[in-house]
Every structure is written in C-alpha cells, then in structure tokens.
C-alpha cells in the first residue's frame, strides 16, 4: 500500500489570559455587539510579557508528541510556521529545538502568514516523501497582538496568540495526507499587511488591513482551493467529514461555506473563543476537534487557509 505522511498526534496551546469584548471594550472604541455581529469573536487569548512564540510553540510541541506517544530525539524535521519570531534569526525553530532537547535534526521557520501551517504542511509532507524514516513536528505558532494597533478597532478586536502543532509519521495503513495545494499572489500585499520590517524601517510595524477586500478574496480563494484539493485528492468536496479553515472570522467562514454547498455542522469554529491566530489557527482547531472525539481514524479531513500576501492553501488528510 502507499506511504503518506499521516499526523499521528496533535497538541495546542493557549496562553492563560483571556481578554474578552468587554473587557476589551474598556480600552478600545467598540463593543461586544459590535466585535460578535462583525466577526463572531468573544474572546481572545495574549500571551505575558515572558512568553515567547517558542514558548507557546514549544508547550504545543510536547502535547502532540505525547498524544503520538512519541519521544522528543526521534523527531528529525522541525518546521515552525509564524510571523512573530523570537528574533528576526536565529529561526525560532532552532529554539523550540533546543527547548525539547533534540540535539540533532533540520529545523526552520516558514513565514506565509495565517497560510503558515498549510504551506509547512506541505513542506515537511514533500520532505517525508523523500525520507520516510523522518518523524517531523509540524507548529503554528504566533504572539500576534505584539503586532496590533490598539487604537485601530477595525483590526486589534480580531487578533489573538497561541500555538498548534502536529506530528508526522510515514504510514501506510491508508492515512495520511492525500494532497496539498498552495497559492499566492503578491499583487494584493497592501490589502493585508504590516507596515514595517528590518530592511524597510527598521521596525517592527503594524497590522494594515483593508477588510471588505479581504473578505471578497477570501471566500473566493479559499474555496477555489478546497475544490482543487479535493480533485487532487480524488474526492468530491460533499465527502469531506470535516473541514478545519483558518479562523479568521465567522463570515468568511460562513461565506466559504454556502460558495461550497457545506452544511455548518461540517465546520469546525473556535474563531469565537481564540479569535485569528494566524498561523496557529489550523492546528488549533484541528486539535481542539481531535480531543474532543469530532474528528476521527477514518474521517476525511480538509485544512484550508488565506493569510496576507495573498497567500493560501488547503490539504486533504484521511484520518
């Protein structure tokens, strides 16, 4: 039978502070009605002043290495999806590395935004392709509020942290990943962006959106993908038991949803209690619906996701 690389446990993190809207609402021109009728959000994870995104990562990473019951010096490929790294270099991969005390293996960053998880999906999918013996961690993981405008409500109500990770294993019990389909277009960079960086001004910058726009090429991306996944994968997209999108907001979700013909319950939704983690939102929700008995050995998975660029991806998964 055919090998595939196929996620053999799961793990998340979320730091403990919970900001909800009205809190939130203390401090920013907005309200609880506002943020739920705009977004779907209630509430948001943020990291301490002491965590780091290798910190997050990293308590994800031991939670899905022990749901795969696998120990930390068999891990050969790390690859770490975010926006927000420790430091412009060394990769934050290297540091969660180290933090689990792997001596030895490939390690490094991959920065495609909230489509960070689905592009080092398919990376790491490419990479035990070639080397079936590798065991890989794959992490999303974000401090995505240090990047936000706390004086621009039309985009710090819709952010939060944490961390999502997934290891990999080559089997060949008919699991695994099926097929993996990635995008961009850097055309559309200025409708989603951060206005700063070390070789433009030197700073970190802000988060710069331009929502309607977004939300018009989201739905219609991300829904073009599921469809070429699915045909890549040999499925139609009715067949899928489960999809787990990027959670961004609950109207793109919605939106995609109806392009699609998906019945809701088909979705899985935490945007409301984690808000857009950017590329920590995939794993997240994926570990969220595998811990709670939703997904299942068996099920038809699809991940699917858009971030800033543009870019965005999906993967199939037999379960």
């Known amino acids: 039978m055919t090998r595939r690389a196929a996620i053999i446990g799961t793990g998340s993190y979320l730091p403990e502070r919970i900001v909800s809207n009205e809190e939130l609402a203390k401090t920013v021109a907005t309200s609880d009605d506002w943020i739920v009728e705009r977004t779907g959000i209630r509430n948001r994870h943020i990291a301490s002043d002491n965590e780091k995104t290798s910190d997050l990562a990293t308590i994800a990473a031991r939670r899905a290495l022990e749901a795969a019951g696998i120990a930390p010096c068999a891990v050969g490929l790390i690859v770490l999806a975010t926006t927000t790294p420790d430091q412009t270099f060394p990769a934050t991969a290297l540091q969660v590395q180290a933090n689990l005390g792997i001596l030895d293996c490939v390690a490094f960053d991959v920065q495609a935004v909230c489509s960070g998880f689905i592009y080092a999906l398919s990376v790491a999918d490419a990479m035990l392709c070639r080397n079936p013996d590798l065991v890989a961690l794959v992490i999303g993981a974000e401090t995505f509020t240090r990047l936000l405008d706390w004086d621009d409500r039309s985009t710090c109500v819709l952010f939060g942290d944490g961390a999502g990770a997934v290891v990999l294993q080559s089997r060949s019990d008919g699991s695994g990943i099926l097929a993996t389909r990635l995008h961009a277009d850097g055309r559309y960079g200025e409708l989603l962006h951060v206005d700063g960086g070390p070789s433009s001004t030197g700073t970190v910058g802000k988060v710069r959106m331009k929502g309607r726009e977004v939300y018009r090429h989201a739905v219609v991306n991300l829904a073009g993908v599921l469809d070429e996944v699915a045909t890549a994968a040999g499925v139609e997209v009715a067949q899928f038991d489960w999809i787990v999108p990027h959670q961004a907001n609950l109207r793109i979700l919605e939106g995609t949803a109806k392009k699609l013909g998906l019945h809701s319950d088909k979705v899985v939704v935490t945007v409301d209690q984690h808000a857009n983690t950017s590329a920590a ?27 800033g660029g543009f870019t965005w991806g999906a993967a199939a998964i037999r379960w």
């Open 281 to 307: 939102s995939v794993p997240l929700a994926l570990d969220q619906a595998v811990r709670d008995g939703r997904i299942v050995p068996g099920d038809l998975v699809a991940l699917q996701a858009m971030g």
